[in-house]
């Protein structure tokens, strides 16, 4: 169990940050000069890189020589963001979760030095704080199992990495952001779903509680069953730019009804949302909802989380306006709110190409 074990389901962890001296390897740098990786500890970081999980690093040690050692030993390229100083690790911890743009509760942080894992558990009680002697226990933990494994979930730390890269870049251009996204040669494809693309969307529903409109997680099961629904569509949205691909950043179910589009739920990572994938997205279905002569209906369940999504629906002109379409759809739920559009045709995004089907 974790220093600071919570009740009930646990959260999946997002990201695990390791101590290095007598954590990931055996030995202290400074003192020793020679420090070895445990085979044991090498099939951790592996299996944990495959599902999908960062990894990342908060070491007191001088930067240089760890990274090399890290190096040396093959295994450099899983960590992310690595902090490696003499600063404390509760900063470092910090660090990192604001970087990644994640929850303190999705992250996790494991040290020998009990005086450490207690700091950083003072300074972040969500952080979730393990011991280096369950290094072997950690891949059979609940919350060290996503439950589903995807294409996605095996090149999110390259994603992540050229993400990084891209950011880098960012910062060093001298220019309105709109003229970089252009030079970023985006491209959005939406595409129905298949089978094989079920785990993509049931994990995105799992993982996205900021742009997600009603928080609703849709099963690996029922989502089969409305792929054999005529009246609904899965589409899941994908993103690339010249770094390489964002991955599945989005999903939306749609319910066709004869003057209305239901859109049960729309779901987009918050990696994206920088570059207006989420404006894109309803942009694209507003005009594609106006070429086929419906009107639009939004679910939104507000959460405490997901007020960008709200002001995404509102910002891409859905309201509260009462609409005999409404007749068309059955209620969702006591605490979902409908939200309508009578939609126009419209340009989709001046800097994103998207590659679409009609759905009209």
């Known amino acids: 169990m974790s220093d600071n074990n919570s009740v009930g389901t646990p959260v999946t962890v997002k990201c695990l940050v390791w101590d290095l001296d007598n954590t990931l390897w055996q030995g202290t740098l400074l003192e020793d000069g020679e420090v070895s990786l445990p085979d ?18 908060a070491s007191k040690n001088d930067h240089e020589p760890a990274w090399s050692r890290l190096e040396k030993l093959g295994i450099a390229e899983y960590f992310v963001l690595p902090q490696i100083g003499w600063g404390r690790k509760s900063d470092s911890v910090a660090q990192i979760a604001e970087r990644l743009k994640f929850a303190h509760r999705t992250i996790a942080f494991i040290d020998d030095q009990p005086a450490e894992r207690a700091e950083v558990a003072f300074h972040h009680p969500e952080v979730r704080c393990y011991a280096a002697e369950q290094v072997d226990e950690l891949l059979k933990l609940p919350e060290f199992d996503p439950g589903t494994r995807t294409v996605d979930s095996a090149r999110r730390r390259e994603m992540y990495q050229a993400g990084f890269r891209r950011e880098a870049e960012r910062s060093e251009f001298n220019g309105p952001d709109e003229e970089f996204l252009r030079t970023l040669e985006l491209v959005l494809g939406i595409g129905r779903a298949s089978a094989d693309d079920l785990a993509r969307v049931e994990e995105l529903t799992l993982r996205t509680s900021q742009m997600n409109a009603t928080g609703v997680h849709y099963s690996d099961e029922t989502l089969r069953g409305l792929l054999a629904d005529p009246r609904h569509e899965v589409l899941v949205t994908t993103m690339t730019d010249r770094f ?20 049960k739920l729309l779901a987009t990572s918050c990696r994206v949302v920088s570059f207006g994938a989420g404006a894109t997205i309803l942009n694209w279905l507003a005009d594609q909802a106006a070429r086929a002569g419906v009107h639009l209906a939004a679910d939104f369940r507000r959460t405490d989380r997901n007020r960008m999504m709200e002001i995404a629906y509102r910002f891409a002109g859905f309201d509260d306006q009462a609409c005999d379409c409404r007749g068309e759809i059955s209620p969702s739920g006591e605490e979902i709110q409908l939200l309508h559009l009578e939609p126009a045709r419209q340009s989709v995004s001046p800097v994103i190409r998207v590659e679409a089907p009609e759905l009209a």
């Open 40 to 57: 044991s500890v090498r099939e951790v970081i592996v299996e944990l890189d495959a599902r999908g999980i960062l990894q990342s690093v």
């Open 244 to 263: 390489g691909p964002h991955g599945a950043v989005g999903v939306m179910l749609l319910e066709k009804h004869p003057s209305v589009w239901h859109l």
